[in-house]
């Protein structure tokens, strides 16, 4: 059971925490490589021979993922997290894991989230339908949130060796991929929608404060 960090993990929190926060807030799309991770994700879940399709704005992505929205990543993305969780909770300390929730996830979430209604309302609010906003904020939403578990999952099993499968540790992987190549993925039967970076982002005092989208 692990009870306290070395100043070594410790001071890779942070670097954690940048590298992730970097990578939410980046405009640069690689199609190819999120592509083939999104594939992998696919083919691990069943589904093979998905067509893929990037778009430049969520919603677009969310249109075309319609009732489909997401289904596939939900679960591979459950499936792991509950496995990861079971591991890292069996190896540290209630007081560490509260520790590192808050230093990592928490600190995150909270320098991306603050002000993501209003700048995302800006940005978008001209183009957007009534009926489009929850669920493309939502899309959103899941696709930033997903920057605090995987930096706080690849944390554990880098730095504090938390023991997973060999293909859960390739799943988290596969995760951290997609999220510094797109910003968003949906998944459907032969069908994989892919969302690229905003053609740019503004962050002042280590807050996300404005996000542009490109056009088809």
């Not at 002000?115 to 800006?122: A, H, R, Y």
Request: negative net charge; charged residues 25%; glycine residues 2%.
């Amino acid at each position: 059971m692990i009870d306290k960090l070395t100043p070594e993990q410790k001071a890779q929190i942070e670097i954690y925490r940048k590298r992730f926060f970097d990578a939410a807030v980046s405009i640069n799309t690689d199609r190819e490589r999120a592509a083939k991770a999104a594939l992998e994700l696919a083919e691990i879940a069943g589904l093979k021979d998905g067509k893929v399709t990037h778009v430049a704005t969520p919603e677009v992505g969310e249109v075309l993922s319609d009732s489909l929205w997401d289904s596939l990543s939900d679960s591979l993305r459950d499936s792991l997290r509950d496995s990861l969780r079971d591991s890292l909770r069996d190896s540290l300390s209630d007081s560490l894991w509260a520790s590192l929730l808050d230093s990592l996830w928490a600190s995150l979430l909270d320098s991306l989230r603050d002000s993501l209604w209003d700048s995302l309302w800006d940005s978008l609010r001209d183009s957007l339908r009534a009926s489009l906003w929850t669920p493309l904020f939502a899309s959103l939403w899941n696709s930033l949130w997903d920057s605090g578990w995987t930096a706080f999952y690849s944390y554990a099993v880098e730095q504090l060796g938390v023991e997973c499968s060999a293909e859960h540790r390739r799943i988290l992987e596969l995760y951290r991929v997609l999220f510094e190549s797109c910003s968003a993925v949906w998944f459907a039967p032969n069908a994989v929608i892919i969302c690229d970076k905003p053609t740019s982002t503004t962050v002042k005092y280590d807050k996300l404060v404005n996000i542009k989208w490109g056009e088809e």
